[in-house]
């Protein structure tokens, strides 16, 4: 069940779900004049985010507040907040919401991150995680990718993501270090820069493999890095310079 008082510029969205209220501010460049999606998106937090465990209020927020369907064709909004990816073109899925959560929740955020994601593709996954990180720089492969991204991302008034056209094999080094990196596209090896480019103590979420996969994250550490295997995972595949490594 949800509810919205309006503000001026802000909404104040009441969810009610499994008998537990919690209260999320959105910008109203958010939820425009009207979001028939709300009641669809909480559904979504509900029965594919927090059922599945991922139960951080942070995450459960952003999930709740960011208009998934805005990050998709317009065809194929009806299925935006389906348990399942979605195409949106240029052979690119966005992410299965639950895979967005769960890979938002391994990066251990605190509030003040910088972050890195490898592989902006909709947008969506950088636009969760700005609603809880001081800032995500986003790199895409795909210029009109990235184009579009970088409208949706602005038009909702998530100034602190700041996309940008290239290849993310190396990274990002005149902003390191990063508090996170998160890469959405698999590759068989790890990017060495993108572990060099980590905080101590910060964390790598990425798919590695090729035909079969599976999520795993990097903690840099004093002595090198530890690893830890989380679940396989299907992502499509990390393209540019990433692949001459790999040969």
Not at 111 to 138: F, H, P, W
Not at 147 to 166: F, Q, S
Not at 179 to 199: C, F, H, M, N, S
């Amino acid at each position: 069940m949800t509810f919205r008082h309006r503000l001026r510029e802000v909404a104040v969205v009441v969810l009610v779900t499994a008998g537990v209220l919690e209260l999320a501010v959105v910008p109203m460049t958010a939820l425009g004049q009207s979001d028939p999606f709300v009641a669809l998106r909480s559904q979504m937090v509900e029965d594919q985010i927090r059922a599945r465990g991922v139960k951080e209020p942070g995450i459960i927020r952003a999930m709740g507040e960011v208009p998934r369907h805005r990050f998709v064709p317009q065809s194929a909004q009806e299925w935006a907040y389906a348990d399942s990816p979605v195409r949106i073109g240029s052979g690119q899925t966005i992410s299965q919401p639950y895979i967005v959560a769960l890979m938002t929740s391994l990066l251990d955020l605190d509030g003040d991150d910088k972050i890195l994601e490898i592989g902006t593709g909709s947008g969506y996954q950088a636009g969760v995680l700005s609603r809880l990180v001081a800032e995500v720089y986003t790199i895409e492969i795909r210029k009109a990718l990235a184009d579009e991204a970088e409208l949706v991302l602005a038009d909702l008034g998530y100034t602190n993501v700041h996309v940008i056209v290239g290849d993310g094999y190396r990274g990002l080094p005149e902003e390191q270090p990063f508090d996170g990196i998160i890469v959405t596209a698999a590759a068989e090896r790890i990017p060495q820069p993108l572990i060099d480019q980590l905080k101590e103590g910060g964390k790598l979420v990425i798919p590695l493999g090729g035909y079969l996969q599976d999520l795993i994250v990097l903690t840099k550490t004093p002595d090198g890095v530890e690893r830890q295997t989380v679940s396989p995972v299907r992502f499509v595949r990390m393209i540019g310079e990433v692949e001459e490594q790999q040969d």
